[in-house]
């Protein structure tokens, strides 16, 4: 008698959560997400031939060579791709060769450059420091940018070397291999801009009332079982 109340008052109950809990979608927690887009432009200056443009080139130097040349490395990302709920944001930048140390870089934010006609004559002088960053003995470089955004519409920089002379990958040794087999690797080797946001974790009514239904019915049994027990 008791059992069968049991059961009528829990379909009483998950009836009701049907009805009002199903149009209803629950958020249980946040998970961090990150989307990639590639640089939209990118160049070097040379001091030695400081009339040149370097522009179209698949490789962005950076450096000095022997004290007799001068390398600026220019990367340009847009800030328009910016997503909800934005925890992070990060230039990654791969140099195309291992260091045997860490090496230390300069970077600065500038004013606007065109890629197709920017030399060491014309480069932007107008820059502000951003802070020393340490490229890894892999080549890879990472520089947070999240605080000089500033509702801007991008973000210009420029990199210096004072110890070495390297090259990093450009834009355009990744849109030059696009229909590669290995356009994956291309890919990851690309100036790009990393954006890290939070993503709220949704579970729908259906879900909801589903995993309360496993957990009403676990319940019976375990209270049935304990009564059959208890009676014998």
């Known amino acids: 008698m008791f059992y069968n109340l049991i059961k009528k008052l829990l379909s009483l109950i998950l009836i009701i959560l049907f009805i009002l809990v199903i149009p209803i979608n629950f958020v249980v927690g946040a998970e961090l997400l990150t989307k990639r887009f590639l640089a939209v432009k990118d160049t070097y200056v040379r001091s030695k031939y400081e009339g040149d443009n370097y522009g179209d080139m698949e490789s962005v130097y950076c450096g000095t060579r022997d004290n007799k040349s001068v390398y ?94 390297f090259k990093f990958y450009s834009r355009e040794y990744y849109l030059n291999n696009e229909d590669s087999e290995d356009v994956k690797e291309y890919a990851e080797a690309a100036p790009k801009i990393v954006w890290t946001y939070s993503e709220p974790v949704v579970i729908d009514g259906y879900s909801f009332i589903f995993i309360y239904a496993i957990i009403g019915i676990c319940g019976v049994l375990v209270w049935k079982r304990r009564r059959t027990i208890k009676n014998k």
């Not at 791969?94 to 065109?114: G, I, M, P, Q």
């Open 72 to 165: 600026y490395a220019y990367f340009c990302f847009s800030l328009l791709t910016e997503p909800a709920n934005t925890v992070k944001v990060t230039i990654e930048l791969h140099a195309t060769k291992e260091f045997a140390n860490e090496t230390e870089v300069l970077v600065y934010s500038t004013v606007d450059w065109d890629e197709y006609s920017v030399s060491y004559l014309t480069c932007p002088r107008n820059i502000e420091s951003l802070g020393d960053y340490e490229m890894e003995k892999d080549g890879n470089l990472s520089i947070d940018v999240t605080k000089y955004l500033d509702n801007a519409s991008f973000i210009s920089i420029m990199i210096k070397c004072e110890e070495t002379r």
